[in-house]
């Protein structure tokens, strides 16, 4: 079975337990402590073929940053999650993106971009077109608006970043 190693990564706040854990578990909770940084073990099957993921849920906490080129080092594929109620988490990707293309040394570096909390239809700061218009600046990174409280577009994320993980390995 191949081992995948999952980086989700964005701003305080955004979603990005309640994502993992909507993913690996199937379930929405409501309040996590935004502190703590967690891995979550999930098998699937993508494309006929059983994928071992492991999902690093990163709490984004600016000054460690020895141990996020660590795992940014270690990561395999990588979601980049901002809220569609909050400009500054989007602003706070492009910093993030730069470094994890630095530390990869790579321009082709698996990852997703998400606008999550797409449910909250009256604190909307950010379009679909906000997001759309910073993955074709990223060269066409994939992008979906998610909820994790719906479970609107979460499996599709991750599938997506496995998916392109699998694809650069036929090249490799
Ligand atoms: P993290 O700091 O990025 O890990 O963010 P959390 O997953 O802890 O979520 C922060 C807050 O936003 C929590 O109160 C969540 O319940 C809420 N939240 C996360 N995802 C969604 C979503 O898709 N929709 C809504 N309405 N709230 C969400
Ligand atoms: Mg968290």
Redo the contacts with the bound molecule.
Sequence with gaps: MRDYKIVVL??????????TVQFVQGV?????D?TIEDSYRKQIEVDGRACDLEIL?T??VAQFTAMRELYIKSGKGFLL?YSVTDESSLQELLALRDQVLRIKDSDNVPMVLIG?????IDERILNPQDGIKISENWGRVPFYE?????KTNVDESFIDVVRQIMRNEVNE
């Design positions: 964005g701003a305080g706040g955004v979603g990005k337990s309640s994502l929405y909770i409501d309040s996590y935004p849920d709490a984004g999650v999550n909390k797409c449910d909250l998610t909820s994790a409280m719906h």
